[in-house]
Nanobody, 123 residues
Framework: VQLQASGGGLVQAGGSLRLSCVAS??????MGWFRQALGKEREFVAA????????AYSDSAKGRFTISGDNAKNTVYLQMDSLEPENTAVYFC???????????????????WGQGTQVTVSS
């Protein structure tokens, strides 16, 4: 599977952005979003299973970010509301192409990665 992330940009604090990750090729069973700020390690943000019936969020994303999937478009979205300058980072989508019944929160759990999309939140 190949992943194409998009939707990043510059937004003021309190604003919103919606990131998209389009998957092509093989079936994926879970999709996650991670972010990496300058000088920091890549961290988990949110994940969703193929059916969309189960999701997982980091503590910082819970309540402000929403992950969802559109199977018809083979696309996963990350709606980010009430953005803060601390959310500035490169955001990556990642896929698990092996059958799973759980959602991973570590980067090594996913086996396919897309390119990043920059999100910058100004104060």
């Amino acid at each position: 599977v190949q992943l194409q992330a998009s939707g990043g940009g510059l937004v003021q604090a309190g604003g919103s952005l919606r990131l998209s990750c389009v998957a092509s090729g093989r079936t994926w069973y879970a999709m996650g979003w991670f972010r990496q700020a300058l000088g920091k390690e890549r961290e988990f943000v949110a994940a969703v299973g193929w059916s969309g019936g189960y999701t997982a969020y980091s503590d910082s994303a819970k309540g402000r970010f929403t992950i969802s999937g559109d199977n018809a478009k083979n696309t996963v979205y990350l709606q980010m509301d009430s953005l803060e300058p601390e959310n500035t980072a490169v955001y990556f989508c990642a896929a698990k192409t092996r059958t799973t019944t759980v959602l991973g929160r570590t980067a090594t759990w996913y086996n396919v990665w897309g390119q990043g999309t920059q999100v910058t939140v100004s104060s």
